[in-house]
């Protein structure tokens, strides 16, 4: 079984680009992404509201904290992710390349852990 890896696009913080910038983005994503697929790679990919619409769940002690926005403060945040398999880490370093480039953002990579 091919490893899975787990793709982290990390954005700025702000309201998106104007549809002028980001139109062609999204165009080269969908390349990708239709490449990915042909190639056996694709998982599962997605987008996610901004992190001021997140919410931080903890059990501390028995009692559920729940708070409002991103669990740390930053200037980005995970903005989207894609889950791909691949013989090595080479090839999703592979496919992560082709994102940035076609995103203009920072991706990172992490392998799944296997299940017992």
């Given at each position: ?8 696009l ?99 990579v ?7």
């Open positions: 079984m091919r490893q899975q890896y787990l793709l982290n990390y954005q700025p913080d702000g309201d998106p680009p104007p549809p002028e910038v980001l139109g062609p983005i999204m165009r080269e994503l969908a390349a990708v992404d239709r490449e990915m697929r042909e190639a056996g790679a694709w998982v599962f990919n997605g987008g996610l509201h901004p992190a001021s619409s997140s919410t931080v769940v903890q059990v501390r002690d028995g009692d559920t904290l729940m708070t409002d926005g991103p669990f740390t403060e930053g200037k980005e945040h995970v903005g989207g992710l894609v889950i791909v398999q691949a013989d090595d880490l080479d090839g999703a370093l592979e496919w992560a390349r082709r994102i940035s480039a076609a995103s203009g953002l920072p991706v990172e992490r392998p799944f852990r296997e299940l017992p």
